[in-house]
Structures are given as C-alpha cells and as structure tokens.
C-alpha cells in the first residue's frame, strides 16, 4: 500500500471518526443541546483529532526510520570482503544493491532464476529493461536486492497494519471518552493552541538554521583569512583560482563594498524619503477619500514591481539618460560635450532604488500618520491653525518616531538590495566619493563569488558567507532599532 | 425663585437679559452630513460674556451646532451647512472670511483633553506662535504665565513648565487645553463636553472656571448634564432631533420652562 493511499485512508477514517463522534454525543444529549459541555462538532473534532494525529506521527516516524533500519539489515547481508573496505566502498555496493533491487521487480520469474544459476549476465538483463547498472553486477547483489525486496515489503504492511490500526484505536478511544459532561472543546483548544506553537516555532527554527550555517561558514572562512584582514581590509581582489590549485590567496577587504553599500544606500534614501514623505502626508492629510482608496493602491504597485525590472530600466533608460544629459550639461558650460556621469554609476542607482523605496517609505510613514489621533488635529485646528502648521508642528512631531522607525525598516531594505546595483552600479568594488562614477555592494559581491560551478572549500567561495552575515547583522541591527523606537511610539498613546 | 410670581420671574429675567447684546447670530442654520439632515432652520443666539449651554438627548444636534461656530465642520467630509451665522455683524460662512482668522477668535475646548504631545510650555505657547501674537521670550512667557492662570493651573504647573503636558491628570489636562484656547484671547470659546472625560472633583475645578472665564469671554458649553448646565450657564438651549426646542434664561428653563418637551427632558423622562 503507497504512502499516500495510507495517509488518504487515515483521514478517511478520521472522516468517519468525526461523524461517529458527533452522533454518539448527539444520542447522549438526548435530543437537549445544552446537556453537553461542548457541542457535537467539537466531540466529533475531539475523535477525529484522536483517530489522525497519532497515526499520523507514527507514519511520520516509521517513514524515517525504516529505511534507515532496512539499510543497515541489507548492508549486513553483503559479503565479508565488501564490508571490509571500508565506508565508500560498502555505500557504493548498497547503492549498486539498490538499483538491481529496483530492476528485480520488472523481470519475469524465469529470467530471474537465469541470473540466480548464473546462465544470464545481470547488467544487460537489467539494461534490456531500462536500468542502468553503475558497474558489471556481482553474484551476491542478487541475493541482498532480494532481501531488500522482501524486507522493502514487509515493511510496508507492517507499516499499513500498524498505522490503521493505531488510527481505529485512536478514534475507538475518543469515541469511549465521549460522555455529556466530557470538555471536549477545551481538548480541541489544546490541539489547537499545540498546531499554532508549532507553526509559529518552525519559522523560528529555520532562521536558526540559516543563521547556524552561516555563522559555521563564515567561521571557515575565518580560519583562512584573518577577521582583520577582512573587516579592515581596503582592497577588494579575490583572484580566482583554478579549481583544486589552492594556495591563491586574493585580499578580502570588506571596507570598498560596504562603502559602496552605504553610499549607494544614501542615495536612494536622499531620493525616496522626501518624496515617500511628501506624498505620505498628501494621502493622509489632504486627499479625499476617494482620490486615496485610489491613489494608494497605485503608489503600491511599485513596491510589487519585481527588482530585476527596476535593475533594466535603470540599465536601458535611467543610466543612457543620465549619461546623455551630462555630456550635453558640460557642452552647454564647458562646450566639451564629455558626460562626467557614467551609464553604471552611484546615481544610477541611487535614483532608481530610490523609486523603488518611494511606496515603502510612503505607505509605511501613511500608516503612522494616520495612527495620529484626530483629537490632536481637531486641537490645532481649533486653534487657528492651517492645515500645514498642524502637519508640520503637531502631527509630525507626534508621529516622527514613528517615522523614523519606518525609514530605518526602509533603509535596512536598500542595504540588502542586489538586482538594481548589478545593473546599474556595475561590479567594480572600488572606494571612492565621486557619485557619477561606478561601484558595488556587499550583495553584488555575494553574487558574484557564488555564481557558477564552485567548491565551498576555498576562501573565494567562502567569503560569501562571512560577506552575508555582515549584511544580516547590518540589516538586523536596523530593524531591531526601528521596531524598539516603533514600539516606544506606540505606548504613547495607549 | 420659586418665592416669586411666574410673571414676575419672566419680567426680570427679561430685563436681566435684554440689555445683554448678541455676540453671534445664528439664523435658519441646518447642517446635512450628505444626504442626512442633522440640523433644521435652528435660530439661536449668542449673548455676550454669557454662558450658554445646549443641552439634549444624545444625537440631537447640539454639538453639530456648537461645531458650525467656528467651522470645524469643515473638517468633516461631506458636510453641509446652509443659513447664515454671524460673528460681531461679519458672515462667518462668507467666503471671504478666513476661516483660520476665524478659529482664532472662536477657539474650542473638546470633549477629551487632547494636549499636544509637546511642554506644557509649549501646548500654551502653540497658538500665540502661530498667530504670531508674541515674539520675544518675556512675551512667551507673560502670556504662557497669564493663561495659565485664567485657567487656574498655573500654581500646580509653574515648577514643571518643560515637562509633557500629556504628563498630567485628566483634570489638569483639560485645564492645559482650556489654557491654550485662551492663550489666543479669542472672544469665544466653544466646549463640547469639557468634563465628560473628568472626575467630579477635576468638574468642580472646570466648572468655577467657566464661571470666571465669563468676565472675558463668550462661551458656549455643550453638557449632558443637567446640573453642569444649571450651575454654569445664564441661558439655555434645548435641542430633539435636530430642531431647537426652547431657549430661555438658565433659571427658567429648569424650573418653568415654556416647552413640555424641555420640561420632559429635565425631569428624566426621556433621552
């Protein structure tokens, strides 16, 4: 019986279960609602819960370790002089094992016992039916595949058997617990309450995880190339080398990237914020509620455009553009028509992040500004005050921790962008102030060191780790000062 | 009161109040929130350095009417007003009035205390600045100094001028507020519920100070509560439904007063 077979009967049954429990509570209450603690749908949830959880863990369970079980039984089966060689060699038979196994079941009885009396050969007996044998097959492979055949088979009975029966049992128990005064709806809540502690804990464990294996990555790193050489370091130059030659040591200077990074990060924050700002206070103090339940939705179109498509509108229009203008700038003063601004530049992308930043900044600062009570702005206004004195000295200042918050949220977001400044502020990891002139983030970098077919076992690899756990903490640390400064602004006015 | 003849109290009452001139005008004022109509032709007006308190059950139109005053309806989408009020002779409708002038000389106290999350200092000090009615710091703080006191607060404020104002009590806050309406010396001032939100002890303080308040200003006071109406005001203003039931002499109104409704209203027996 397949796996999904089994788990598709599990809840039929628990189908079954379900309705079962909610009749035998119904004929208990005898035809009076309110003589049960819990309603029927919550004792008919109770016996469900009962006749699916547990066989569905012990499926989970058995799914695991079975295999594990059944490997090592065939691996015992192999002979002496394999298991001998030692680790890899064994592995590859069982692997070997594992393949004829499989061929096994699409030969006939009679070809079979040819290979057993050895009057066929087993790789082209296999290869005639599709399975492709890694070397020339060895006599005692056919006997572990067929153990493994069989035990591949009991296996799976016993594991039907066991897990509908644990699944009867189940419901078979709940249904005897079912009593009018039995609480039901508070077991219910429980399993409830466990389902969402589970979910909510895995989002938890698999940032664990990521940050576990970067960190352990990162350390690797460390041991080849100094944290000093690394955090201080002013010279990007990995030097690729050839695969397995080693010993090419490049220099790894973080210091050029996160430069780049901040600069860049700069500019796109000098573009986005008055902007978002501006059109943040238009949406919550000045537009109608119409022209904003449509205006809203359409400044948040942007924050959906993908950032790729950001990256080659600044790669085809924004940086053509930007260079043409300079070169006709400097004509007009200088009349050497030369662009100082090149098409891969800091502006480049500043401007264009930037663009891409507006919406989070806009709707972000919106919601904050909204969130200012209306008794504060009946206040000002009560008192003489114009609308724009009111925004500038009574609602922004309320709100301007709030504010802050969100643009420490957006910037975290332009430090961690990587799509727009490939295309648009070039790969070069140089350190310099001119903003016309190309340069590159830590993202692009990881990018780039990551791309193409590599080993994770030299620096040039490895430094993408440590390059990464960089930015997390960066982009971390900004994030957990903009939530506390959020936070704070919240209690204000609770 | 009781002591006297009816005819006798109307007499001097209308004596009492006859020599008191209007200080705003209300005429055939309605207001419509889009198509609902919230106000119907309420003729009503306001006499100088007088107290008047509009009462009713709620929904009936009392604080759309005191907002017409200053036009804080205005703020509202969707709201109308037709009919005309007048401040001192001047149309305050009239496009040609501004509105944020306007404001200025009707100032407004809500219903819930809404200091500025700013000093106390600065709550007082927020509508002289932006009317520009003080420049230098010894002005600041004279007319910081002076509406703290018309509003009775500044002896418990003087020490922590430079904290939050949103620090304070209920009471107290209400006072900040009541403060920072003065502090722009308009000539009304509008309360919509001033102690709803306050103790009785923090009401007893608002409520004497209305009473002194009156020498300088015009108020007008919007209160569910018939004793708060009784003891502060010298007129009343009885609203249902949106219409103006009765407006009558304060005394009057609560011991004899012309309209069954009124008298329904006062005794309890509905809203």
Request: glycine share 8%.
């Amino acid at each position: 019986m397949s796996t999904s077979l089994l788990l598709l009967l599990i809840v039929l049954i628990g189908f079954i279960s379900y309705f079962a429990g909610r009749a035998r509570s119904l004929a208990q209450a005898n035809g009076k609602l309110s003589n049960l603690h819990s309603l029927p749908g919550y004792h008919g949830s109770y016996v469900a819960i009962w006749a699916i959880l547990p066989a569905a863990l012990v499926l989970g369970a058995w799914l695991v370790a079975a295999p594990m079980y059944i490997d090592s039984s065939t691996r015992a089966t192999l002979p002496e002089a394999v298991q001998t060689q030692g680790g890899a060699t064994v592995e590859l038979a069982l692997g070997q094992v594992k393949s004829v196994a499989g061929g096994l079941k699409r030969l006939t009885t009679e070809e079979i016992s040819a290979l057993e009396s050895g009057s066929a050969n087993l790789r082209s007996t296999l290869a005639a039916k599709g399975v492709a044998l890694a070397g020339e097959g060895e006599p005692y492979m056919i006997t572990a595949a067929q153990h493994f055949n069989a035990m591949n088979a009991t296996n799976r009975w016993l594991m039907s058997a066991v897990v509908l029966l644990i699944a009867i049992a189940g419901g078979v128990y709940a249904i005897r617990n079912i009593a009018t005064r039995f609480r039901a709806r508070n077991q219910v809540e429980r399993v409830m309450l466990g389902s969402l502690i589970v979910a909510s804990s895995i989002a938890i464990l698999t940032t664990v995880g990521i940050v576990a294996s970067m960190l352990s990555e990162a350390g690797r790193f460390f041991t080849m190339v100094s944290p000093f050489e690394f955090f201080f370091g002013t010279v990007w130059d990995p030097r690729f080398a050839a695969a397995g030659s080693g010993g090419a040591s490049g220099q790894f200077g973080l210091i050029p990237l996160l430069a780049g990074t901040l600069y860049i990060a700069f500019v796109a924050m000098l573009f986005a914020v008055p902007i978002g700002l501006f059109a943040a206070i238009y949406m919550a103090e000045y537009a109608s509620p119409r022209l904003r339940s449509t205006a809203k939705p359409l400044l948040e179109v942007l924050a959906g455009i993908p950032t790729i498509v950001y990256g080659f509108f600044a790669l085809v229009t924004v940086g053509p553009f930007l260079r043409d203008i300079s070169a006709q700038l400097n004509g007009l003063v200088t009349g050497n028509y030369q662009n100082f601004i090149q098409a891969q530049s800091v502006v480049t992308a500043g401007i264009v992040m930037g663009i891409m930043l507006i919406p989070f900044v806009s709707s972000l600062s919106d919601d904050i500004i909204t969130q200012v009570p209306r008794a504060l702005r009946d206040g000002s206004l009560g008192l003489g005050a114009t609308r724009s004195e009111t925004v500038k000295k009574v609602i922004l200042p309320a709100a301007l921790p709030g504010i802050v918050g969100a643009l420490l949220l957006t910037a975290s977001r332009a430090v961690g962008e990587t799509m727009i400044v490939v295309l648009a502020a070039g790969v070069a990891a140089r350190m310099q102030i001119n903003p016309f002139e190309p340069m590159t983030t830590v993202t692009v970098k990881i990018v780039n060191q990551l791309t193409g077919d590599l080993e994770f076992t030299s620096p040039q690899t490895l430094v993408a780790f440590a390059l990464g756990i960089t930015l997390f903490v960066i982009t971390l640390g900004l994030n957990i000062y903009a939530l506390y400064i959020v936070r704070k602004y919240r209690e204000q006015y609770e | 009161m009781n002591i006297m003849s009816e005819a006798a109290v109307e007499k001097a009452l209308d004596q009492k109040m006859n020599t008191v001139p209007y200080k705003m005008i209300g005429k055939d004022v309605s207001v419509y929130y889009g198509e609902k109509r919230a106000l119907f032709d309420v003729n009503l007006n306001i006499r100088e350095n007088t107290v008047t308190a509009l009462i009713g059950p709620s929904g009936c139109g009392k604080s759309t009417f005191l907002r017409t005053l200053n036009r804080m309806n205005d703020t509202i989408e969707n709201c109308r007003v037709t009919g005309k009020i007048t401040l001192d002779e001047d149309d305050i409708y009239d496009p040609a009035i501004d509105v944020v002038e306007l404001r200025a000389r009707v100032g407004m106290v809500f219903q819930k205390p809404n200091p500025f999350p700013k000093s106390i200092f600065d709550n007082v000090a927020y509508g002289p600045r932006i009317h520009g009615l003080a420049r230098t710091k010894a002005e600041f703080d004279e007319v910081v100094e002076t509406s703290l006191h018309k509003a009775g607060l500044w002896n418990e404020v003087k020490d922590r001028l430079h904290e939050p104002g949103t620090g304070l009590s209920g009471g107290q806050q209400q006072r900040l507020c009541i403060a920072r309406a003065v502090a722009v010396s308009p000539e009304v001032i509008l309360m919509d519920e001033p102690c709803s939100a306050l103790d009785p002890i923090a009401t007893a303080k608002v409520e004497e100070l209305i009473h002194e308040l009156r020498t300088n200003f015009t108020i007008v006071i919007v209160t569910h509560s018939m004793q708060q109406a009784a003891r502060v005001s010298q007129r009343t203003a009885m609203f249902h439904l949106g219409n103006l039931v009765e407006e009558n002499d304060t005394d009057k109104m609560f011991t004899n007063p012309d309209d069954q409704r009124t008298q329904d209203y006062i005794m309890g027996r509905f809203g």
